[in-house]
């Protein structure tokens, strides 16, 4: 199998018995973070190195020129993600935007972009920011009532993203700090357990033999999250046609896309404002789709919305807590800003524009998606040959084969950020980002396959943490490890004892 790179004289990781590059899905010993790092600093002077997923062969493109020109220009050669799960093996994971190609895939990002242009999330804004308001009321009455004051983040944080979610989603509003047991939670758990020993075997079986395992229709989530998911997509949607309820949430602009009146408004979204990390709309999603849409596509949906937003910013929200705890010049400089705007409001809520204009903010959150970003790396599958072209090389990517974008690398690579281990927001200060290239900044991955909702992952990140650091101060506490380890977990960011955050109230 050596000879595939061989011929090609692209330098490759020396694959191992059976496993080839990835003995970390069998003897889950290293953290994802680590596996990209260790292949992204193999060959540093290659824009392309070659690894073996078991005995497949994919490659690493390192090069973020070169990465630009595979996702954005040659898009059409390469615009999907690999598809673990089809549809008829999986039919909430195998219609989701994530996994859908080809047209099906284009019509569908049309139809769902419009739902995440700047101005919806204004609209959407009160409804997370009243799970901020929610959130630190609560956890304030708590401690004051002799509660702990000392949190795992991460946990605490899966109540708060699964909250916005379901309520800007599902149109549920769950407050899952009152009722800690309700089925959003249940549920969520279920889904974001990668690392059990039988999800890790699926995922061997659909790297080795994907096509046997379609046939036998392994499904990575059982029947039970598939019927919840329906049920309360069907309900809420039930209840909304029948009553005439117009409520400013995802449900909302679904029951618009079934009806085809879901269309881009004729608004320039300007990227600054939304956050410097956001990532921009392609043609492809800017396009007018005339397809129809069954309900089960439309769940498909609201799954991918639940299952890529309340992972992703909870681990985000949780290594900026344990960031802003260890550095506390940080911290109080996010503060002094929290506090000037709160003075600025004289008691009236906070809103879109307001935390879109807090610099600092900004600045940490970006800070924050460099150095951790939840997807450490993505991929691409190629749809028809390719010729791959760089310096002076030439050769064919064959239909079918994957490349990986190595987005940890990238974004830890002193070429680019300079002492990248360093927790430091001044990269984005007004003045530092302009020396930033955009190109090695992609902690939403990059070209029309970018991510969604990236404007509704600043938005929600920003809120929640002004409410909790306007209300607290995040302080070690005897369980907080510091440093910070990373678990050996081979396919989420995680921390290797959970992040503990001190929560002392503010006076
Ligand atoms: C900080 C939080 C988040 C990060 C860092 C993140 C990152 C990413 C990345 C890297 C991708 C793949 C992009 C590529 O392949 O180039 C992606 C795709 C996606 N994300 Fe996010 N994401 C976040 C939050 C969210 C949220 C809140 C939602 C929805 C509400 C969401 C929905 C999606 C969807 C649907 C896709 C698939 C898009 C497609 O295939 O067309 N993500 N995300």
Redesign the pocket.
Known sequence: KEEYFLRKAIPYAKPKFIVGSREDFLLRNSALTETVRKWYNEFPNDKVSGIFEFSTPAFIVRDPKLLKKL?VKDFDSFPD?RMFLSEEADPLFGR???S?QGQK?RDM?STLSPAFTGSKMRQMFELVSSVGQQVATTLNAQIKNGGDSSFEFKELARKFTVDT?ATC?FGIEVNSFAHPKNDFIRISGKISNFNSFLTMLKFIGYFMIPKLMRLLKVRIFDEETTDFFQKAINETMRIRERDGIIRHDMINLLIQAKQGKLTHEKEIEKKTIDGFATVEESQVGLSTVTRKWTDEDLYAQCF??FF??FD??ST?MSFMAYELMVNTDAQKKLQKEIDEMNEVLEGKQVNYEQIQGMKYMDQVVCET?RLW???PA?D?ICVKDYEMEYDDKKYLVEKGKVFY?P?FGIHHDGRYFENPEKFDPERFSEENRRNIDPDTYI?????P??????R??LM??KTIIYYLLLNFDFVPTAKSQIPLKIAKNPTQLQAENGIWVGFSPRK
Do not use: D, K, Y
């Open positions: 996702t993600h989701a935007l994530f859908l895939w990002r979610i989603a991918i919305f890529a937003g992703t910013v985000v998606l970003p939840p997807a993505v691409r974008i987005i902690p939403f991955g990059l070209g396959r970018n991510c969604i909702g990236s509704f992952a929600e990140l």
